[in-house]
């Protein structure tokens, strides 16, 4: 199975902190990968598709990047509402697998 | 509105089974690949199965290979999972979620999986 590392596991960051959040495949999973953000004691929210496509919804200050093995999520100013555990997927091949998760807390 | 309401949770003892059930409205429910994942208590998130909309394709996590059976009853827009032989790792909120795809016609030609609905999760307690 593809393993999926998240890094860091936790932060913490203000209100208008650059943050950004990295995973990585143990393997070439070209840019089959996909976002989502979970609030405690809630379901996941999806964010981005593809690596790098925003959901239609999603704020701007969320982007992401990367392709292969290697790929960020940014939030490029942090609103109260981003402090959360954001979650990578990948959906190149089965079983599907997650990231460890980030969790972003408030400085 | 699109909804997914998951139900039959509950507490099991170890080696006991249950049958989660998932409800679907607000959207075609057999044109979806449908999903289940579980987050252990205080943990992250795990994919569990995957049911495509022909029942042809379906695939699962090596963790619960064997044991759970993924299904769907197309004409009552419902997923289940049967759970059987279950163990105490298997204590999990248990969410199902709709597959949606993104099909790229450029030149990879390439088909991107994801989750972009999902249901508010019910609790699955084994007791060992």
């Known amino acids: 199975a593809i393993q999926m590392t998240q890094s860091p596991s936790s932060l913490s960051a203000s209100v208008g902190d650059r943050v950004i959040i990295t995973c990585r495949a143990s393997?070439?999973?070209?840019?089959?990968l996909s976002w989502y953000q979970q609030k405690p004691g809630k379901a996941p929210k999806f964010l981005i598709y593809a690596a790098s496509s925003l959901q239609d919804g999603v704020p701007s200050r969320f982007s992401a990047s990367g392709s292969g093995t290697d790929f960020t999520l940014t939030i490029s100013s942090l609103e109260p509402e981003d402090f959360a555990t954001y979650y990578c997927l990948q959906d190149f091949s089965y079983p599907w697998t997650f990231g460890q998760g980030t969790e972003v807390e408030i400085k | 509105e699109v909804q997914l309401v998951e139900s039959g949770g509950g507490l099991v003892h170890s080696g006991g089974s249950l049958r989660l059930s998932c409800g679907a409205s607000g959207f075609a429910f057999s044109s979806y690949t449908m999903a289940w994942v579980r987050q252990a208590p205080g943990k992250g998130l795990e994919w569990v199965s995957n049911?495509?909309?022909?029942?042809?394709?379906?695939n699962y996590a090596d963790s619960v290979k064997g044991r759970f059976t993924i299904s769907r009853d197309n004409a009552e827009n419902s997923l289940f999972l049967q759970m059987d032989s279950l163990r105490a790792e298997d204590t999990a909120v248990y969410y199902c979620?709709?597959?949606?795809?993104?099909?790229?016609?450029?030149?990879?030609?390439?088909?991107?999986?994801?989750?972009?609905?999902w249901g508010k999760g019910t609790t699955v307690t084994v007791s060992s």
């Open positions: 979620a709709r597959v949606r795809y993104y099909y790229e016609s450029g030149a990879t030609k390439q088909y991107y999986y994801y989750l972009d609905v």
């Open positions: 049911i495509r909309l022909s029942l042809s394709s379906i």
């Open positions: 393997q070439d999973i070209r840019n089959d």
